[in-house]
């Protein structure tokens, strides 16, 4: 995973719980002086590790973090990469585009990175379908992040997860109500 998920980690827990605890948490899951930059590559096992001590300390499940962080994730991404986001002036328009504009943008900027398969479509004019598909099985974090979008464009949305890689099906689906 890209040092700027990371990074993203880092002010979110340093902004809600402080710094004290931020550094706790390399303390006791990365490697003496980690500094994260953005464009190199860290571990996902140390992400996990992060996020899974944010949670006890949160007394929140990971789904529950995933997709808190998720969301927070997209108006930092959005902060970091307006050009990108500028691009779009709705909703649908971004989440129809993330594959073949946002993640295409993306694979150009970063050396190498591990991106998931998302496949967006209109079921109608209030309703988008979300199949999303990666081996590092993220789909809270997807969610979240489907949420930070809808924020920032000021839209209520309405998400229901209709199959799950976590409950054995191949990939994850999601219904998405807007508008
Ligand atoms: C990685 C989904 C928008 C840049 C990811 C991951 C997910 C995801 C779930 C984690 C990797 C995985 O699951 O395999 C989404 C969704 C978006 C969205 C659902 C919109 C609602 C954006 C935007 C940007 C962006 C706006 C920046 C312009 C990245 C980057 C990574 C990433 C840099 C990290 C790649 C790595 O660590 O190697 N995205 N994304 N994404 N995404 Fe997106």
């Known amino acids: ?6 990074r993203c980690l880092e002010e979110l827990v340093i902004e809600t719980k402080g710094m004290d605890l931020w550094e706790e ?3 006791q ?4 002086d980690r500094v994260y930059i953005s464009a190199q590559s860290y571990p996902d096992e140390e992400l ?5 001590s944010v949670s006890k300390t949160l007394n929140l499940s990971m789904p529950e973090t995933l997709k808190a962080f998720g969301t927070y994730l997209f108006s930092f991404l959005a902060k970091k990469h307006t050009s990108i986001v500028n691009e779009f002036h709705s909703f649908e328009d971004l989440i129809l585009s993330i594959d073949k504009v946002i993640h295409s943008e993306v694979q150009k900027l970063y050396d190498e990175p591990n991106l998931p398969v998302i496949d967006a479509s209109v079921l109608d004019s209030e309703t988008i379908k979300l199949i999303y598909n990666s081996p590092r099985q993220l ?3 997807a969610e979240g992040l489907i949420y930070g979008c809808a924020q920032h464009f000021n839209e209520s949305v309405d998400i229901q997860q209709t199959t799950c890689s976590h409950h054995g099906d191949s990939m994850c689906t999601f219904i998405i109500k807007h508008g």
């Open 48 to 52: 996990v590790a992060l996020a899974t």
């Open 25 to 27: 948490l390399l303390e």
């Open 139 to 141: 789909c809270f974090c």
């Open 1 to 6: 995973m890209k040092g700027v998920i990371f």
């Open 29 to 32: 899951h990365c490697p003496s």
